[in-house]
Nanobody, 120 residues
Framework: QVHLVESGGGLVQAGGSLRLTCAAS????????MHWHRRAPGKQRELVAT???????NYAESVKGRFTISRDNNNNTVYLQMNSLKPEDTAAYYC??????????????WGQGTQVTVST
């Protein structure tokens, strides 16, 4: 129904920056909240940031002041700007979205993830 595709991950040194992108396509009528999550090896999935359709954002304490979530409603895309990266930010990053499909049905979609590795 809806496909979310993340990009922008990679290997970066501590203190560096990366910008993740997640684009939604398919039978999208509108998108409400969009989220970025991460899962580090051996750890539970963590909600990193949330942004509402109107742009209100919330962040996990661990990333406040370093990460910024934003979105482009015209292109059904959400971004995560990650600055001052630390080795503990190493994880697979996933986006998810609460979507209203063409036809009116609600749906929650997930991307396949993009790996972020921060070296010391």
């Amino acid at each position: 129904q809806v496909h979310l595709v993340e990009s922008g991950g990679g290997l970066v040194q501590a203190g560096g920056s990366l910008r993740l992108t997640c684009a939604a396509s398919g039978r999208v009528f509108s998108i409400n909240d969009m989220h970025w999550h991460r899962r580090a090896p051996g750890k539970q999935r963590e909600l990193v940031a949330t942004i509402s359709r109107l742009g209100g954002a919330n962040y996990a304490e661990s990333v406040k002041g370093r990460f910024t979530i934003s979105r482009d409603n015209n292109n059904n895309t959400v971004y995560l700007q990650m600055n001052s990266l630390k080795p503990e930010d190493t994880a697979a990053y996933y986006c998810s979205a609460h979507v209203v499909l063409i036809g009116g049905q609600p749906d929650t979609s997930w991307g396949q993830g993009t790996q972020v590795t921060v070296s010391t």
